[in-house]
């Protein structure tokens, strides 16, 4: 089995101890190699995880920030992944940080693959990178019933584009095998739905819960942080 999972009362401490730990481990990678691509996912939960982290004492200047995945939308867009990561991480101390978007330059009469494309070309192989798990089992934009899903699996392109058919817009996310040529994966978790979802995923590789694949990998181990 793939991962450690480390429980906690509350959200708080949950998010207290992440931090401590992604801390030490940027710390680490930057003694041994004089940088780290750090990556992370969007969305509400880990708003409070960001500013946690921004106010961290770390020698920013030398981490590398990347997105898990991204919506295809402008970055002033309140939907943007992109802009939630400018508005609560890169402040305080982590200001310092270079910030490498999935979308550089928004064009909307551009078409999905040229967003696709272009991801491709500048993207830089993360270190590390952490996660979060939908209601569905998603991790990343690897939605179980996207027509792309299968796909993303298995190929061995690192961005790939994702058509969601219950969550809205068009999506770049990291593909499996991406996720897997990190050295390590951080799957932060709230609430007992949530929990209930990911007990399920761990049992063994199910498409119907793409996080499983994570749980179940042989190529990456994944610390998996819930709090109640």
Partial sequence: MAFRIYEF????LCEDSLVETLSSSIKDYISQKG???LAFSGG???INLFVKLSKADLNWQKCNISLVDERILPQSHTESNAGLVEKYFLQNKAKLAQFNPLIKNFNENLNSNDFV?????FYQQPDLAVL?????GHTASLFPKAKEFANALKCVQNIVLINPTEAPYQRLSMSLNALQS???LFLFIIGKDKKEV????????????????ILHSRKVQCDV????
Avoid: H, Q, T, V
Wanted: proline content about 5%; hydrophobic content about 30%.
């Fill in 198 to 213: 990911f007990d399920r995923a761990s049992l063994k590789e199910n498409a119907d819960f793409p996080i499983s694949f």
């Fill in 225 to 228: 942080y819930y709090s109640k």
């Fill in 182 to 184: 990190c050295k390590k």
């Fill in 117 to 121: 494309e272009s991801a491709n070309s």
């Fill in 44 to 46: 509400k939960s880990p």
């Fill in 9 to 12: 009362e509350n959200s708080e």
């Fill in 35 to 37: 940088f780290i691509n």
């Fill in 132 to 136: 979060g798990m939908g209601l569905d």
